[in-house]
């Protein structure tokens, strides 16, 4: 390890590049455990941070990749052993301090989960946004909304998220109405389990949004934000919520209280980067079990490292659908 590769994203006035470099141990953070990584995935908020302006890294350079998954090679922490085979994500990896996207990284233990059941892999194929689609599903679940409560719609559906929440709810017997605005998805959406497939909403971009509108939805898996939430918080029905995750829609929100007020409706926001590591560990292992996707291959793409900035421009023009891992050991 006194020399490896690593993708280094550095700032250069307006412009954010990224290349392969060669950096050595002394360049990684403090940690208690030392990780040679096998791989990681490719995130929105990872395309952000090789965005001028993205707002999400702090400062330059950095090594971005939020999640991984690898190997311990070294740990002072009486947690994890060398050989141990655990993952990381959030909190500051990949924007604070060096992320996914080299050979080796170097954390806390107190940010580390042990992997358990699941491969390497799966775990990247799972990674941040597999993740938020289990903590919005166990939020609805958690809501009180059940199978026989009526439809979920889950918004942004091609994407990372919302395909992997369409494949949950689907498998807990939920009635899955998948919204994406990529026609080509909607075969793929069909065998994750969607009962139908519509497309974006609201479906007249240029109507005037409705303080409340006919309730069409239970409850929702939100991963647009914008209009599109605004939307959705208008068409649930009584006592429902929405998990809300996304702003590729854009952040600002334009509704009214009518839906909260008059249909007792909750907005649920889903943040993985600060939940601490206890339930973090806890809802891991749900997913090596009951919450396992049954589907990881059929939304899976496998790219190098090397090759990872094309995916985050797709990701961030909206051309990509579900999930990207990324090979890390061997894909320099």
């Not at 990224?18 to 208690?32: F, I, N, Q, R």
């Not at 990949?94 to 996914?100: D, F, K, V």
């Not at 998805?185 to 139908?196: D, F, I, M, S």
């Not at 918080?233 to 009518?258: E, F, K, N, R």
Request: net charge negative.
């Amino acid at each position: 390890m006194d020399s490896f590769h690593a993708l280094v994203a550095r700032q250069d006035g307006d412009r954010i590049t990224a290349s392969v470099e060669t950096l050595g141990a002394s360049d990684l953070p403090p940690g208690d455990v030392t990780i040679r990584v096998l791989y990681s995935s490719a995130n929105f908020k990872d395309a952000l941070a090789l965005t001028p302006g993205g707002g999400v890294v702090r400062s330059y350079p950095v090594v971005p990749g939020i999640d991984l998954t690898g190997e311990v090679v070294e740990s002072q922490s009486p947690d994890f052993g060398v050989g141990d085979l655990v993952l990381a994500h959030g909190y500051q990896i990949g924007t604070g301090h060096h992320g996914g996207y080299a050979e080796y990284a170097r954390l806390p233990a107190d940010q580390v989960v042990a992997l358990g059941s699941l491969s390497p892999r799966d775990g990247a194929a799972i990674g941040t946004a597999g993740f938020t689609a289990a903590m919005s599903v166990q939020a609805l679940m958690d809501w009180g909304i059940t199978p026989e409560s009526g439809s979920i719609v889950v918004t942004g559906a091609s994407g990372g998220v919302g395909t992997v929440s369409v494949d949950l709810l689907a498998a807990a017997g939920y009635h899955v109405v998948a919204s994406s605005g990529k026609e080509d998805a909607a075969q793929l959406l069909k065998e994750l389990g969607a009962a139908e497939v519509i497309g974006r909403l609201p479906a007249d971009p240029d109507a005037k949004p409705r303080p409340l509108a006919k309730a069409r939805w239970a409850g929702a898996i939100d991963c647009v934000g914008g209009a599109t939430l605004a939307d959705v918080l208008s068409t649930i029905d009584y006592g429902g919520a929405v998990a809300a995750s996304g702003l590729t829609g854009g952040p600002a929100l334009h509704t009214t209280v009518m839906p909260f007020i008059l249909r007792g409706v909750a907005l649920l926001g889903m943040d993985s980067v600060l939940m601490p590591i206890a339930r973090r560990r806890q809802l891991w292992a749900l997913l090596g079990d009951s919450l396992r996707p049954r589907h990881l291959d059929a939304v899976t793409k496998d790219v190098d490292v090397k090759d990872v900035v094309d995916v985050l421009d797709q990701l961030r023009a909206g051309r990509f659908s579900g999930r990207a891992v990324v090979r890390v050991a061997g894909g320099f």
